[in-house]
């Protein structure tokens, strides 16, 4: 038996004016909370801890704060933080109730501060039915939850964790890895190599990475003139619009990404560390602009709770050079056009290629040489000496698995990071 990790989505019927106004109250002081202990830099729990416990919400969005944090300064190295996050609740914080014979079957409890809470009828994912049910009757593990407001309307994303059959047992020497190269050229290329070692089917989303670009540059154009005017709420709800359509670009390219690795004989999609991704980025003002405003993070987390609903493993390794580096002799070469890569070793069979699907071999070649599995045993290892998690808290490293789990990594680095 293995583990699988879903979120399961609820729709909050029509609550009345009075939650409504709970609702805002917690979601204001969540967010409160949030930029405070962000701008105070708190990058352990307990010293998140102090800024968190002045605030009036429920001990379980005080403890997903003191968790999640921390991450933001070691893990994605935020610089900036969007003024709109899903309010956070760990494990513990809500509570199911199912009614078959009501029209609304399902009700949520929903923390507001101390011992008060909020009773509201929810409609849930009717594809999900079975993974509600089973969360209900504790054959399933209910982990964290996030409560956020759409166009006037509430929703909840709960995680769930279930025992499922395992698929193939192939060990990492039997699978077939998939590089991942994400970039604003192509928005991103994927490639394996076959059993001769040769870089077979490669797939590149190069026309979803133009139109990304289109709609960012129309984006700040119009904002930065907006402002000009004194017209920020316009410019905010505009902003929202294109980014709702980038939204629907990165959830259909990797919605294909994992399709693509399902028609691989026992696939993993091996990812960059993001760990190392910003550490990287060290180009003039404008560009490094750029890059940390790209969608990495939204890209990977949309990958991964994709990828985990259907089985397919995810591995990760450092990206240093791979872009730079030729993957049939590995020196390193230039880039003398955007798409192109140029290897400067003259007795190398390459000459120029393409630069991302040489940069997608080379993550594929970096997780064959081991190096993504003793990446694996030695974080293990350190997560195993250092732990001050809390004590009625989830755990947050799971995958992800829906639209909210994704926009929140991307609000999480800034206002058009991910």
């Known amino acids: 038996m293995g583990k699988l990790t879903k979120t399961l989505e609820l729709k909050l019927v029509d609550p009345n004016a009075h939650k409504r106004q709970k609702l805002r109250e917690t979601q204001d002081t969540y967010q409160q909370a949030l930029q405070a202990a962000f701008a105070a830099g708190c990058d352990t729990q307990s010293r998140a801890n102090d800024v968190v ?28 933080l969007h003024d709109d996050h899903p309010v956070r609740f760990t494990n513990e914080g809500l509570q199911l109730d199912h009614q078959p014979q009501n029209a609304i079957e399902w009700y949520v409890k929903i923390p507001h501060h101390e011992d008060y809470h909020l009773w509201i009828p929810a409609r849930a994912n009717p594809d999900q039915r079975d993974w509600l049910e089973a969360l209900y009757a504790d054959d399933a593990k209910m982990g964290e939850s996030r409560l956020f407001e759409r166009d006037g309307t509430w929703y909840l994303h709960v995680t769930a964790t279930r025992d499922v059959e395992d698929k193939s047992a192939a060990s990492a020497d039997e699978r077939t890895p998939i590089g991942v190269d994400i970039g604003e050229a192509s928005l991103v290329t994927v490639c394996h190599r076959d059993e001769c070692d040769s870089p077979v089917r490669p797939r590149l989303w190069a026309d979803d990475g133009k139109a990304v670009r289109r709609l960012r540059k129309t984006h700040f154009t119009a904002k930065r003139r907006l402002q000009k005017r004194g017209s920020e709420r316009i410019a905010e709800s505009y902003g929202d619009a294109l980014w709702d359509q980038i939204d629907d670009v990165f959830h259909r390219v990797t919605r294909e990404v994992v399709e693509y690795a399902e028609s691989v004989e026992n696939p993993v999609l091996v990812l960059e560390d993001l760990t190392y991704i910003r550490e990287n980025m060290d180009y003039s003002e404008y560009m490094n602009r750029r890059l940390h405003g790209w969608g990495f993070a939204k890209l990977h987390a949309q990958i991964r709770y994709k990828a985990a609903e259907k089985g397919i493993p995810i591995a990760t390794v450092n990206p240093r050079n791979t872009s730079k580096a030729c993957h049939a002799c590995g020196e390193h070469g230039s880039r003398p056009r955007q798409a192109t890569f140029s290897c400067s070793n003259d007795d190398c069979w390459v000459g120029e290629y393409q630069a991302d699907v040489n940069g997608a071999i080379n993550i594929t070649d970096r997780y064959c ?24 808290g989830a755990s947050l490293t799971g995958p992800q698995d829906s639209q909210a789990d994704a926009e929140n990594q991307q609000t999480t680095l800034g206002t058009y990071a991910s």
Do not use: C, F, I
């Open 369 to 392: 040489s081991g190096e993504s599995h003793r990446r694996s045993d030695r974080a293990s290892r350190q997560k195993a000496g250092d732990d001050d998690s809390a004590t009625d």
């Open 53 to 80: 416990v002045e605030y009036d919400l429920s001990g379980y969005a005080k403890n997903a704060l003191k968790q999640y944090v921390p991450q933001l300064h070691n893990s994605y190295d935020a610089d900036e």
